[in-house]
């Protein structure tokens, strides 16, 4: 018995699930919080102090962990707080998106102050963990955050302004696509940072967190992950039923697939092992965007055209840096289809001008064709003949 219960102590001592348990009752709470906003019942004054406790518990728990890791008291502890905080970076409880609903300024106000308190709460633990500074890494880490913060408030303010003017009807094609343009544009700094030699893999030791190169993994693959599911969640569920897209879902979200397909193959750049690889890899990635780009372009507008430059340029990309002989393929086989595809409209087009002119328009065409033909056969006579004289001389000269 004894030793059941030293054993369990152990256990205790090492996963201590109170840190758990306390995440775990402060995210119950946030949720009822969020869920009583939406009666309109709670007073800009709660939420405002609701939305102190979760900045207090947040400052809390960073400073615990900074604590057990600085003095390396149970570093593993000092981590899963780091862990937690994330959770709560994330809002998973919709928090921040619910007080926007409930009052844009007071909602703009707080994403605001929370934004500032994040930059300070991640430089800290910068500082004191002593961590290399990664520029590229900080800022696809902050973009991301913000983006899971910003983005709900920019389509919920454009349909709330613009849609109530047009009175119903709003399509919000732009207001979706740039901010998936957006949230696959700062995949870039890392990508090309690692296109030739990866970093994101190489070991780097910390004093305080054993292998740095890990925790910056981490803390890069969490809002990787997370930023998809909360626009999915807050943009395009929260938005469409007042904003319809005309572009389908498909064109919306093709900037993000393809920074995030190659942004994956960086992340997990250690498991291809040849260039080989790498090339099958990328050919699989533009193969599966092309077919995408082109299933979902029914017509040409601004973001079709943008999604059609993306797919150029990976192509491109790809095959001069890479020397990918399959892409370079596949951007031959694309182009000779834009231009066949060109030739076809053209075709049409004149088809349909032509079916529609009168008989005198097209006795003047056919005559001034006439006159077009003329001259050009005479062009070509005087170009090609000799003159009898220089063809005498010419049949002589090969006599003698």
Not at 18 to 29: D, F, H, N, Q, R
């Amino acid at each position: 018995m004894t030793a059941e219960i030293a054993s369990i102590a152990g256990w205790f001592r090492k996963n201590n699930p109170l840190y758990l348990l306390s995440v775990v009752l402060m995210l119950a709470g946030l949720y009822l919080v969020g869920s009583e906003l939406e009666t309109g019942k709670v007073s800009v004054l709660t939420i405002s102090g609701f939305f102190a406790i979760q900045n207090l518990y947040e400052i809390v728990m960073i400073g615990m962990a900074l604590y057990l890791l600085k003095k390396r008291i149970q570093p593993e502890h000092g981590k899963l707080l780091l862990v937690f905080v994330l959770l709560f970076l994330g809002d998973l409880t919709f928090y921040q998106v619910r007080i926007s609903g409930l009052n844009a300024m007071v909602g703009g106000i707080a994403t605001t102050i929370y934004i500032v308190l994040a930059i300070i709460k991640f430089a800290a633990v910068v500082k004191v963990l002593a961590l290399t500074v990664y520029r590229n890494r900080i800022f696809y880490v902050l973009a991301a955050f913000i983006l899971v913060w910003v983005s709900p408030k920019i389509a919920y303010f454009l349909v709330d302004s613009i849609g109530r003017e047009s009175f119903g009807y709003f399509d919000g094609s732009y207001v979706f696509y740039s901010l998936w343009l957006i949230a696959g544009l700062i995949h870039l700094p890392l990508i090309i940072e690692n296109w030739k030699n990866n970093q994101l893999n190489v070991s780097s030791a910390n004093e305080y967190l054993g292998n740095e190169t890990s925790f910056w993994r981490w803390l890069i693959i969490f809002p990787f992950i997370l930023l998809p599911l909360q626009m999915f969640l807050n943009l395009m569920s929260g938005s469409c039923h007042a904003a319809v897209s005309t572009i389908p879902v498909g064109a919306v979200i093709a900037p993000w697939l393809l920074g995030a397909a190659f942004f994956a193959q960086t992340l997990w750049r250690h498991l291809i092992k040849t260039d080989h690889d790498l090339n099958v890899a990328d050919s699989i990635i533009m193969l599966v965007f092309v077919i995408l780009v082109m299933l979902t372009s029914p017509v040409f507008n601004l973001p079709v055209i943008i999604n059609h430059l993306l797919l150029f340029a990976g192509l491109i990309v790809t095959w001069v840096t890479r020397n990918n002989a399959f892409n370079a393929c596949v951007t031959g086989v694309v182009c000779c289809w834009y231009s066949g595809w060109q030739m076809l409209r053209g075709a049409n087009y004149a088809v349909s001008y032509a079916s529609g002119l009168s008989r005198l328009a097209w006795a003047g065409i056919l005559m001034a064709v006439s006159f077009v033909m003329l001259l050009a056969g005479f062009v070509f006579s005087i170009s090609r003949s000799q003159p009898e004289s220089e063809k005498d001389e010419a049949q002589s000269d090969s006599v003698s």
